[in-house]
């Protein structure tokens, strides 16, 4: 199925001493949600797309421009733990592929890393909550590397656990290949977008990019109006639908 899932540059970028963020849809959207935060306060460019016929036929509509579903934007920008790389890349989408397509599409990612010569791969994603009032951050790292970078930044590294989709593809086939893969995780709700876990998300991986600063402050923001919203849309959904309550898309579009 590899040879159905193709990377499509609209022009020729030197990745060559980059960070890769990677940045699907998961719990409480706190992925997207701060890959699209972290593509608008770095003002990257959209340098790509990645097209297979099993993807959503959907365009992603932002700022009146339409996109295809996954998107690739690139930036210069020097960044990584120590500032020894300078570009940031972010692959972004809003859509879970199918389950048959996940490990193809991991696969992929991590081939084009590795032709483009990435230099670490982060990859965003939610958790589910331990305390809602507290939420926090966590890492997994696939080598000794990685590893050294969450115990610097004081990131709590998670013993046991599941993690799934594209992500989980990428650790442990980054750690079967012995390549630098970071996860951050932020524990997140889980029955809507939850723009503060995104901010919590950023903020962790604003700390182990000490070079770039990006303020989290409109992500805060957006997430009261979020909220309010979602309590809004509640109350009206309750008489109808008390047990299945869907999330309008334009919630956190």
């Not at 932002?62 to 020894?84: F, L, N």
């Not at 990435?118 to 305390?131: A, P, S």
């Amino acid at each position: 199925m590899e040879e159905e899932i193709q990377i499509i540059e609209y022009k020729e970028v030197d990745l060559s001493n980059s960070i890769l963020i990677e940045a699907f849809p998961t719990v409480g959207l706190v992925s997207s949600i701060s890959g699209h935060f972290i593509i608008d306060q770095l003002k990257l460019e959209e340098i790509g797309t990645i097209s297979s016929r099993y993807f959503m036929p959907a365009a992603i509509i932002h700022k009146g421009t339409p996109s295809p579903p996954v998107r690739i934007y690139a930036g210069k920008k020097t960044c990584g733990p120590t500032g020894d790389c300078d570009q940031v890349v972010v692959i972004i989408s809003e859509f879970m592929p199918s389950v048959d397509i996940i490990k193809p599409l991991g696969d992929t990612i991590l081939a084009w890393a590795k032709k483009k010569k990435c230099r670490y791969i982060v990859t965003l994603e939610g958790t589910h909550g331990l305390d809602p009032k507290q939420p926090k951050t966590h890492g997994v790292a696939t080598t000794q590397k990685m590893k050294d970078i969450l115990k610097k930044y004081s990131i709590d590294e998670t013993q046991e656990g599941m993690i799934t989709g594209i992500t989980g593809v990428l650790l442990f086939e980054g750690a079967r290949l012995k390549r630098d893969v970071l996860c951050l995780l932020a524990e997140a709700h889980t029955a809507y977008p939850d723009s503060r876990a995104a901010a919590l998300l950023v903020e962790t991986l604003d700390k182990i990019l000490p070079e770039i600063k990006m303020d989290t402050k409109p992500l805060y923001k957006d997430a009261d109006e979020i909220e309010q919203n979602i309590r809004a849309f509640i109350k009206q959904a309750q008489p109808t639908a008390p047990s299945a309550i869907q999330t309008p898309t334009q919630m956190y579009g």
